[in-house]
């Protein structure tokens, strides 16, 4: 199996989720499944197969989150420095709108591009790995072509 690159925070985020999912969701849905199984026949018990189906959600999730985090291999940003590279925070200037983003380069477990967290196989990220402050990318994304300037690059 290969490993996941994974920053410290990222690392936590998740050991976060599955420690709720553990002590919190499971014996929820499992007292909710006990009190379905009271009301009677459990054929016609919408409460008994809504709580059956979210706890079939809640032990996936929860093998998903063990088998990611065993398989993490945490990359702290702060010892990174050089060209673009996992960790990296991007300040980027679209060269068409002139508006400004800032991306940081993580994990696909960690990912959330609303929160500026760029997933490292997106075809962004690919753009940028081995950049310089100054360079000029282009990217070919579903929705076109794309041209950003690298204003900043920094690891925190």
């Given at each position: 199996?290969?490993?996941?690159?994974?920053t410290?925070?990222?690392?936590e985020a998740?050991?976060?989720e599955?420690?709720q999912?553990?002590s919190?969701?499971r014996?929820?849905?499992i007292?909710?499944?006990a009190?379905?199984?009271?009301h009677g026949?459990?054929?016609e018990?919408?409460e008994y197969?809504?709580?059956?189906?979210k706890?079939s959600?809640?032990?996936?999730r929860?093998?998903e989150?063990?088998?990611?985090?065993?398989l993490?291999?945490v990359?702290?940003?702060?010892?990174?420095?050089g060209?673009?590279?996992f960790?990296?925070t991007?300040d980027?200037?679209?060269e068409?709108?002139?508006?400004?983003?800032?991306?940081m380069?993580?994990?696909?477990?960690e990912?959330?591009?609303?929160?500026?967290?760029l997933n490292?196989k997106?075809?962004?990220a690919r753009?940028?790995?081995g950049k310089?402050?100054g360079d000029?990318?282009?990217?070919?994304t579903?929705g076109g072509?794309?041209?950003?300037?690298?204003v900043k690059?920094s690891?925190v």
């Open positions: 199996m290969d490993k996941i690159p994974m410290p925070k990222g690392l998740l050991n976060g599955l420690k999912l553990k919190m969701e014996p929820a849905i007292k909710a499944i009190e379905a199984r009271e026949d459990l054929s018990n919408a197969h809504s709580a059956k189906e706890q959600f809640i032990e996936g929860i093998k989150l063990e088998g990611t985090i065993s993490a291999q990359i702290d940003p702060k010892t990174l420095s060209p673009i590279k960790g990296a991007v980027l200037v679209d068409d709108t002139e508006e400004e983003k800032t991306y380069i993580v994990g696909e477990a990912a959330d591009i609303e929160k500026g967290l490292i997106s075809p962004l753009a940028l790995i310089e402050e000029s990318v282009e990217v070919r579903p072509s794309k041209d950003y300037e690298i690059i690891y």
